[in-house]
């Protein structure tokens, strides 16, 4: 089945560590999304990718940086991670940027800092 | 921009009743919509999505949801809830032309046996 893969499914890291959190899809889908969704919160969006071309919205902290190297890998980059950062982290694709395209979601990454 | 609300933030509610889910948007363009369901540690599943044309929407696992533009909800509804229904769900909307999915703050619907 083609699909929207977040590995790994839980990571620990320390406080100040850098650590990647890595999505695949299947879906040859154009846009890709992370998302990060503290407990009991709405997802919140971080930044996207329109096939190689990065967008990333104002409030993103800049510890959290994003690549792209292919239309199938999508990867979360946190520099130094700080307590606050605990959460669920969600990453997402779209076939397209118009609006009426549903955003397919894999299973997220809960990322916890020692 | 657009904003969500969604009125309940927990719904118990017994096996076999029947259970609304209420969301109000907010939006100055016109919006789609989407209601998306989260299990305990997974990522969020399309459950049904508004469009265009005919306001009621059918989804999937038994789910349907009614746009009224006048008093701007979505509601979600389902004549029959069961224990696996238990989950998280969220309220979705999106400006036609183009911007982010806006997502409410979800409601939890507990199902009690």
């Known amino acids: 089945d083609a699909m929207v893969i977040q590995n790994p499914r839980y990571q620990v890291t320390q406080f100040g560590k850098p650590v990647t959190l890595s999505c695949s899809q299947t879906l040859n889908h154009n846009v890709m999304y992370w998302y990060q969704q503290k407990s009991s919160q709405a997802p919140k969006l971080l930044f996207h990718?329109?096939?190689?071309?990065?967008?990333n919205e104002a409030d993103t902290p800049d510890n959290f940086q994003s690549r792209r190297p292919n239309t199938s890998f999508c990867f979360l980059d946190i520099r130094s991670p700080g307590l606050g950062d605990a959460a669920m982290y969600l990453c997402?694709?779209?076939?397209?940027?118009?609006?009426?395209?549903?955003?397919?979601f894999g299973d997220g990454t809960r990322l916890s800092i020692l | 921009a657009q904003s969500v609300t969604q009125l309940d933030s927990q719904v118990p509610v017994f096996e076999e009743a029947p259970v609304e889910l209420r969301c109000n948007y907010s939006s100055s363009v016109s919006v789609y919509l989407f209601w998306y369901v989260q299990y305990p540690n997974q990522g969020l599943q399309l459950l049904l999505k508004?469009?265009?044309?005919?306001?009621l929407v059918k989804g999937i696992n038994g789910f349907e949801a009614e746009f009224n533009k006048s008093q701007t909800s979505f509601h979600l509804r389902k004549p029959s809830v069961h224990i696996s229904d238990t989950a998280e769900y969220f309220c979705?909307?999106?400006?036609?032309?183009?911007?982010?999915?806006?997502f409410g703050q979800g409601t939890i619907l507990t199902v009690h046996p």
């Open positions: 979705a909307v999106r400006g036609t032309s183009y911007g982010k999915l806006t």
């Open positions: 508004y469009l265009s044309g005919s306001t």
């Open positions: 997402a694709t779209s076939s397209h940027h118009t609006s009426n395209q549903p955003q397919h």
């Open positions: 990718y329109y096939d190689k071309d990065f967008n």
